[in-house]
């Protein structure tokens, strides 16, 4: 690729194989995702992102769109192509008048909680605060208070995009809403985030959060604690995990954990259910909500290796939790199968408002597998798509596709048929030529 002409007229920062701190800027967050792209770009304004996407199609070269780098997939990166890196593009601004944020495509989830915390407010996005705002959010945007103020794709009011052509676009329910139906949960494959506005909403800063471990053995009577809470509590998040215990010296169990975003007095109270049932360790307590939201940034944090597999549940069954609970015999370390609640807010919105499906969901199930040496590459996988398919047969229609690794996964299979017609009509809009295709591609 001759990047002569570009260097010229592009005003960010351009990284070629030969440029020293290559091998550094190369880097995402799944060590499994190594590749060699020909040329890595830092735009610093929405001019540079155009000039950036103009040249890439003038070289007929593959495009990867790294916001945080944090794709599971490996799609922040490429071989060969060219890597648009918004890292320089991370200003966020909250106005707590309107209760509103605005961040640019390369700000990091730990950016927006920060600023929202400021005015006592907040946004609903994920778990690692490293994770970037434009990736979390294009995909659906799980996390702790989904339960309570919905996904972040529910809180998102407008984006601002350049397009495979180079031309910017600004998308809403009143401007282009049929780009913004779809970039709510297939937002990757239609342009560059460079702009998001979300509402805000008001939040303490402490929150009661925590955990409580059981034996195994005890999986299925506690299940029952769980649906019968999640039934009556529909603003609480709650996180079950089928693994071993490292401070438990490896012992298998049944966790519970919990976000409430209550009063500490409230949230003792509805939590008694599980905190009085015998547990082996408790970890409940008052916390910072910025330390939580910080909490595993360390543990996951970048050059491990990661895989994972996910569908929804529309119960909680007795039969996928026995089949959880048998895989941990094998169960790998740096493992677990998850189960997060859906339902409250994220059950209140149409499953047909936005390209994001799975609003009838009660739980996400994923196996969630994390390691260091590559050699375990081929072992991890296979054992994370085999205690998958064990609980398959229980999914229902809609995929997480933030969660989704494997490429060419049949759309229809992440979004239905209906919809991904409709994404496929949006595509041959947008991006006939699948300019955007590193993502879970709709092909037009």
């Known amino acids: 690729m001759n990047a002569t002409g570009f260097r010229e007229r592009f005003a960010g920062e351009v990284i070629g194989p030969g440029d020293a701190g290559y091998d550094q800027a190369r880097v995402v967050w799944n060590a499994v995702a190594d590749r060699r792209p020909s040329l890595i770009v830092r735009p610093t304004s929405v001019d540079d992102v155009i000039t950036a996407i103009r040249f890439a199609r003038e070289q007929e070269v593959v495009m990867a769109v790294r916001g945080g780098g944090h794709s599971v ?3 922040s990166t490429c071989d060969g192509g060219m890597v648009l890196d918004l890292s320089r593009m991370r200003e966020v601004t909250v106005d707590p008048v309107r209760k509103r944020a605005v961040t640019q495509g390369g700000a990091h989830l730990s950016q927006l909680d920060t600023a929202a915390q400021e005015h006592g407010l907040v946004c609903p996005v994920g778990v690692v605060g490293h ?6 959010t294009l995909g659906g945007g799980m996390g702790r208070l989904q339960r309570k103020f919905g ?4 809180n998102l009011l407008s984006v601002d995009l350049v397009t495979a052509e180079g031309e910017r676009v600004h998308a809403s329910e009143s401007e282009n809403p049929d780009l913004f139906w779809g970039l709510r949960g297939a937002g990757a494959n239609f342009g560059v985030a460079t702009s998001f506005e979300f509402r805000l909403h008001p939040q303490e800063g402490t929150i009661f959060q925590g955990m409580v471990a059981f034996p195994i053995e005890r999986s299925l009577e506690i ?7 999640v039934a009556t509590h529909d603003d609480v998040h709650v996180a079950l995990a089928f693994t071993k215990s490292e401070e438990l010296g490896g012992r298998p169990v049944f966790v519970v954990g919990s976000t409430h975003a209550g009063s500490v007095e409230q949230a003792e109270r509805d939590l008694r259910v599980f ?3 015998g547990g082996l360790m408790d970890t409940f307590g008052p916390k910072p909500y910025l330390a939580v939201q910080g909490a595993a940034d360390e543990s996951l944090g970048w050059g491990q290796r990661f895989y994972t597999k996910a569908g929804f549940l529309t119960e909680l069954s007795d039969e996928v939790i026995g089949l959880c609970a048998a895989e941990v015999e094998t169960i790998p370390p740096g493992t677990e199968l998850s189960l997060w609640t859906f339902g409250g807010a994220v059950g209140r919105v149409a499953d047909d408002a936005m390209a994001y499906t799975g609003r009838n969901a009660r739980f996400n199930l994923s196996a969630e597998l994390m390691w260091t040496d590559p050699a375990d590459d081929e072992g991890r996988v296979a054992w994370g798509r085999a205690a998958f398919a064990k609980v398959q047969p229980f999914m229902t229609t809609g995929r997480y596709v933030n969660d989704v690794v494997e490429a060419g996964t049949d759309g229809a299979q992440i979004y239905g048929r209906a919809k991904y017609e409709r994404l496929v009509a949006l ?3 947008y991006d006939p030529d699948n300019f955007f295709r590193l993502n ?5």
Do not use: S
């Open 73 to 75: 997939a490996g799609f």
């Open 131 to 136: 994770t970037g705002v434009a990736g979390l």
């Open 151 to 154: 996904l972040t794709v529910d």
């Open 223 to 229: 299940a029952e604690r769980v649906r019968e809470f």
């Open 275 to 277: 905190r009085e049932a």
């Open 427 to 429: 595509k041959r809009k």
């Open 440 to 444: 879970q591609n709709i092909k037009p």
